[in-house]
């Protein structure tokens, strides 16, 4: 909606249409077999009749006047003349429909400007803790995050997005796509235990930098959710990090709940820190719901959006049925021509 874009200036999409109309046969070979009537007349053994013995009769006009009218000559005429354009109507419209015109309309091209932005979400055991509030209630790491990247994802419009779930292992929920929703349901139904019970942060920017490395230096992104140390994995996350420069990656890191420490086991602070100062990213300490919301505008003002993958939609208007009928009453006026020939007869 124009409204919703003018209320967030930070959405940004271009959409080049090309409206083009034009006029085409799906099967234009099929064209090659309307000359066969003719073929098959020239080719026809009639022509070797004429080898065959033959009775003259030079007065055979004359026979014909004996016995037959002017006018009914003259009727006879015209029905072999439409006889013959009947046969040529039935089988160009048989061709024709074989061949499938169609009009090719509404030629739209799309093309849309936006960020690649990897989520990378912990689904450790320790994001069971319910340390946060919403509307005065308790609720858990994890549903603060889904409360909190639900709002942010309806927000991205035009910005291709993938998820990554990660703890004991880093799983590819979704590769990058422009279908926001797909990645709100994925969210939404992610629960703790689906990846494991540890942290294995290194891996999940791993198999980040393996999905966004082929797209434009320029709108890499990766924003990483964790509320805990890496306990897991086979990447270290200060090496993750290391590859993701080498990348151009940048990524932003968001610890969920309290800084490790002498009251107990929380996230690395340190090593997030170290990992958006390496990449270029931006550490935020997601104490409250509002985390996310700075990371958004952060990401506004550093990166540049770049163009994604033109779409072509070809809107197609099947119009073999006008040929085919044209074939069918012809050949119907072919029946009726008979019929009336038989009653001269």
């Known amino acids: 909606m124009l409204e919703s874009r003018a209320e967030y200036p930070y959405i940004a999409q271009q959409f080049k249409t090309k ?15 309307l000359p066969i009537p003719i073929l ?4 026809w053994p009639q022509r070797q009749a004429s080898h065959l013995p033959q009775i003259r009769m030079p007065n055979l006009a004359f026979l014909q006047q004996a016995f037959q009218t002017a006018g009914v000559t003259s009727v006879r005429n015209r029905w072999v003349i439409l006889r013959w354009v009947l046969l040529w109507l039935t089988w160009i419209g048989f061709v024709l429909a074989a061949m499938s015109p169609q009009w090719v309309d509404k030629h739209i091209e799309v093309r849309q400007s936006g960020y690649d932005l ?21 609720i858990t790491r994890l549903q603060a995050v889904k409360a909190v990247l639900v709002p942010f994802i309806d927000k991205r419009v035009g910005d291709r997005i993938g998820l990554i779930l990660f703890a004991d292992h880093a799983y590819l929920q979704s590769p990058l796509t422009l279908d926001n929703q797909a990645i709100k349901s994925f ?9 494991g019970q540890k942290t294995a942060i290194g891996d999940s920017i791993g198999l980040a930098i393996k999905k966004l490395r082929e797209r434009p230096e320029d709108s890499r992104v990766l924003i990483l959710l964790t509320d805990g140390e890496n306990t897991a994995g086979k990447l270290s996350p200060l090496k993750a990090a290391e590859l993701a420069k ?9 610890g969920v709940g309290q800084v490790s420490g002498m009251f107990g086991r929380g996230f690395d602070e340190q090593t997030l820190r170290e990992i958006a100062k390496m990449t ?12 996310l919301s700075q990371v958004y505008d952060t990401i506004d003002k550093n990166l540049q959006k770049t163009e994604a993958d033109s779409r072509i939609y070809l809107q ?9 009928v044209m074939g069918l009453l012809a050949l119907f006026g072919l029946y009726i021509l008979r019929l009336r020939v038989y009653e001269l007869h």
Do not use: C, K
Not at 19 to 33: E, G, K, T
Not at 118 to 138: G, I, N, P, Y
């Open 280 to 291: 270029g990213g931006a550490y935020f300490s997601a104490t409250n719901l509002n985390a």
């Open 40 to 43: 098959v007349w020239w080719l």
């Open 246 to 254: 080498q990348y151009n990656i940048q990524i932003y890191t968001i």
């Open 187 to 195: 969210i939404e139904r992610s629960e703790i235990g689906m990846a």
């Open 316 to 324: 197609r208007t099947h119009l073999y049925r006008i040929p085919l």
């Open 118 to 138: 990897m989520l990378a979400v912990d689904l450790s055991e320790s994001m069971l803790q319910d340390d946060f509030t919403l509307r005065q209630r308790q």
């Open 19 to 33: 409206n083009v109309i034009m006029f085409s046969f799906q099967y234009p070979w099929f064209a090659l077999l």
